[in-house]
T-cell receptor, first 113, second 112 residues
Framework: EPEVTQTPSHQVTQMGQEVILRCVPI?????FYWYRQILGQKVEFLVSFYNNEISEKSEIFDDQFSVERPDGSNFTLKIRSTKLEDSAMYFC???????????FGPGTRLTVL | GQQLNQSPQSMFIQEGEDVSMNCTSS?????WLWYKQDPGEGPVLLIALYKAGELTSNGRLTAQFGITRKDSFLNISASIPSDVGIYFCAGPWAGTASKLTFGTGTRLQVTL
């Protein structure tokens, strides 16, 4: 069964460093998302991406964040200058219908020291 | 801000028991989704509901879209140890394209 994959599974970085989180969505999906989950809390929406542009973003997704689909298979989330409060699990999701049945990857645990 | 509230927050049950949990909103939803999350993993989609009053099953799981469109219910029958995890409801707020808002979660623990 096709699935969303994410790399790395765990990323440790120093405050102020740039990180890039990578995702390979399900191959025939057209809509891509990033969510994050701070430890012990609920999953929060960051950004949605369709047709090579951002379609929606949350207040969390400020100028320090960017997303890109550099080729036909990868979808990346970049954090330019990480802060301690960026420590969280980051989930990529995708869907084919452009509606709501989103399929999530296993996540990248980001630890900012 | 807008929030989906789930209850109970956590529950301990014995293997073989049935489980009920619910999710409520202050606003109307047109779609309800139920996800399960295992520790250290991503949410896994269990059931999607698209019509008020709809009742949908997936194995031992049954979910209902409340007729007021402000709530949804998930039932698990004859629980087994692998049902352990956190169950989240989710849905798109009216006026948003497709971003999902997640509920606060119900943590289920099963004892043998």
């Amino acid at each position: 069964e096709p699935e969303v994959t994410q790399t790395p599974s765990h990323q440790v970085t120093q405050m102020g460093q740039e990180v890039i989180l990578r995702c390979v969505p399900i191959s025939n999906h057209l809509y891509f998302y990033w969510y994050r989950q701070i430890l012990g809390q609920k999953v929060e929406f960051l950004v949605s991406f369709y047709n090579n542009e951002i379609s929606e973003k949350s207040e969390i997704f400020d100028d320090q964040f960017s997303v890109e689909r550099p080729d036909g298979s990868n979808f990346t989330l970049k954090i330019r200058s990480t802060k301690l409060e960026d420590s969280a699990m980051y989930f990529c999701a995708s869907t084919t219908r452009g509606v709501y049945e989103q399929f999530f990857g296993p996540g990248t645990r980001l630890t900012v020291l | 801000g807008q929030q989906l509230n789930q209850s109970p927050q956590s529950m301990f049950i014995q293997e073989g028991e049935d489980v009920s949990m619910n999710c409520t909103s202050s606003s109307i939803f047109n779609t309800w989704l139920w996800y399960k999350q295992d520790p250290g993993e991503g949410p896994v989609l269990l059931i999607a509901l698209y019509k008020a009053g709809e009742l949908t099953s997936n194995g031992r799981l049954t979910a209902q879209f409340g007729i007021t469109r402000k709530d949804s219910f998930l039932n698990i029958s004859a629980s087994i140890p692998s049902d352990v995890g956190i169950y989240f409801c989710a849905g798109p707020w009216a006026g948003t394209a497709s971003k999902l808002t997640f509920g606060t979660g119900t943590r289920l623990q099963v004892t043998l």
